[in-house]
Nanobody, 121 residues
Framework: QVQLVESGGGLVQPGGSLRLSCAASGSIFSISSMGWYRQAPGKEREMVAS???????NSLDSVKGRFTISRDNAKNTIDLQMNSLKPEDTAVYYCHVYGKATTWQGFMNYWGKGTLVTVSS
């Protein structure tokens, strides 16, 4: 199985920055996309940013120009640099991998446990 370990959440003032990191480990045969989702209280989980195996980046319109996602295929890591944070960015952020653990398994969604980001003065 694929395990995802996140780090980097916390409390930050509006306008501040945080960097989230996620490392995938365990049985990993192939990874397609890696990315970050978030879920605010009372809202559905939404995709923040993702990177395909070919390097194509997709991101939420509201974070474009503020958040930067970076993927290291050799290390199976995915980072999210978040700048100019706003109170509406407050949420639990989840690392996501779409991959397969073994040659005989199909691609599956794997999730980290989540890390809380709070933007408040």
């Amino acid at each position: 199985q694929v395990q995802l370990v996140e780090s980097g959440g916390g409390l930050v003032q509006p306008g501040g920055s945080l960097r989230l990191s996620c490392a995938a480990s365990g049985s990993i045969f192939s990874i397609s996309s890696m990315g970050w989702y978030r879920q605010a209280p009372g809202k559905e989980r939404e995709m923040v940013a993702s990177v395909s195996s070919g390097g194509t980046v997709n991101s939420l319109d509201s974070v474009k120009g503020r958040f930067t996602i970076s993927r290291d295929n050799a290390k199976n890591t995915i980072d999210l640099q978040m700048n100019s944070l706003k109170p509406e960015d407050t949420a639990v952020y989840y690392c996501h991998v779409y991959g397969k653990a073994t040659t005989w398994q199909g691609f599956m969604n794997y999730w980290g446990k989540g890390t809380l980001v709070t933007v408040s003065s």
